[in-house]
């Protein structure tokens, strides 16, 4: 008696050990299937992404090219034109001054047409690289935007070109976008440095601040932390230490990418 019952025991307890056992099992493969579908929808994900920033780069390029050759080409044409017509006309004669006013409009749509073209795609950091691009581009701000930017540069600088001064110039630009649309900020500090293994760059508001681990994640904040990850290097938002809110991004580039001209 005693033993038919030690010995049911024993099947019991080892029919449970082995259930425990195929379950874990099951999960450890059912796991390990889900891991490796989550590494191949990020990799696509991250492919996706690059694919975007190459496809947008592209294009603004192409505009950019295109607003300054083709219509610059026909707005200085025009404008020529007009000069000339002007001379014939009599002088102190209403027509010439209006001639004059006209010429005058055509001089000011070319100058925004090439600032359009600049903005879209600087031509300087390709010909100059990103720490001019910067000196030109930050007063742009605060002249468009309204607010006013602190520049800060340090250390040793050392030429940043390529696909790398792309990437870098494009996340300084998403991030102050972001601080004039978002923060409700009218400040803002950017500091450029150059470290001897790396360049930091950081785009500071005292704003209202968010939390880029549950906000709502645009295609922004996206793109720059796929363009930080084309250069080898991190892209943070954290929250400034000066005030209780505003946002600090900060950009890591290591120097050997930028020097291999990376992404
Ligand atoms: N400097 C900032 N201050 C406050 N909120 C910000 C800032 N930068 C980003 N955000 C928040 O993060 C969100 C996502 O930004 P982003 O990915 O660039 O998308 P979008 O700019 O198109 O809204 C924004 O909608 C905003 O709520
Ligand atoms: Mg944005």
Redesign the pocket.
């Known amino acids: 008696m005693l033993h038919r019952v030690q010995r049911q025991v024993y099947l019991f307890l080892t029919a449970t050990l082995i259930a425990i056992f195929l379950t874990s099992l099951y999960l450890i493969r059912s796991n390990r299937r889900l891991f490796a579908q989550l590494a191949t929808l990020s990799e696509q994900r991250s492919e996706l992404a690059q694919k975007l920033i190459a496809t947008q780069e592209s294009t603004l390029r192409h505009v950019s090219r295109e607003l300054h050759d083709e219509f610059g080409q026909i707005l200085t044409a025009v404008g020529a034109m007009l000069t000339r017509a002007g001379k014939h006309a009599p002088e102190g004669s209403p027509l010439r001054a209006e001639l004059r006013e006209v010429c005058e409009i055509t001089q000011g749509t070319l100058d925004k047409v090439r600032s359009l073209s600049q903005a879209l795609h600087p031509v300087m950091l390709e010909e100059t690289g990103l720490e001019s691009t910067l000196d030109w581009y930050l007063p742009v701000v605060e002249r468009q935007a309204g607010i006013h930017v602190s520049y800060e540069k340090s250390g040793a600088p050392f030429p940043v070109d390529g696909n790398a001064a792309i990437h870098v110039y494009r996340v300084v630009q ?2 102050l ?3 004039t ?5 009218s400040e803002a500090w950017v500091r450029l440095r150059f470290l001897p293994e790396l360049l930091e760059i950081e785009i500071e ?1 005292h ?4 939390d ?1 681990t549950s ?10 932390r796929e363009r930080a990850e084309l250069l080898g290097g991190s892209v943070e ?1 954290l929250k400034t230490a000066q005030s209780a809110s ?2 600090l ?1 900060r950009l890591r580039v290591p120097r050997e990418k930028i020097d291999s001209h990376a992404g």
């Not at 649309?181 to 900020?185: M, N």
């Not at 704003?207 to 968010?210: D, L």
Request: hydrophobic share 45%.
């Open positions: 998403e991030a976008n972001n601080l649309r978002h923060s409700g900020a508001d704003g209202r601040g968010f880029a906000a709502r994640q645009g295609i922004g904040l996206v793109a720059m938002f505003g946002t991004v």
